[in-house]
């Protein structure tokens, strides 16, 4: 692994309040789509907004606008997390 892909998590780990850079898709066929749709491409900045009372699914904002992606489909999409200002 290289040092990037090293400090790289799936989305559906990015705590509520933090915030990340979509740095790739690893989902194919409809997902892929659907998110490329939402906004989810790479290079991109998301933030976990909180989770459902039972845990799923969880609510992102990505551009301006709030989504909710299924757990499953949170794991599909890796990014980067960024550090909170001091």
Not at 37 to 56: A, F, K, Q, W
């Amino acid at each position: 692994m290289t040092e990037q892909t090293d400090r790289l998590i799936s989305l559906s780990e990015l705590a509520p309040g933090c915030r990340g850079k979509v740095r790739e898709l690893t989902v194919e066929g409809t997902v892929r789509r659907r998110l490329l749709d939402l906004g989810v491409v790479p290079n991109t900045m998301i933030e976990t907004i909180r989770h459902s009372p039972i845990g799923d699914p969880t609510a992102y904002r990505v551009r301006g606008t709030t989504i909710g992606l299924r757990k499953e489909d949170a794991k599909g999409i890796l990014v980067e997390p960024l550090k909170e200002d001091a």
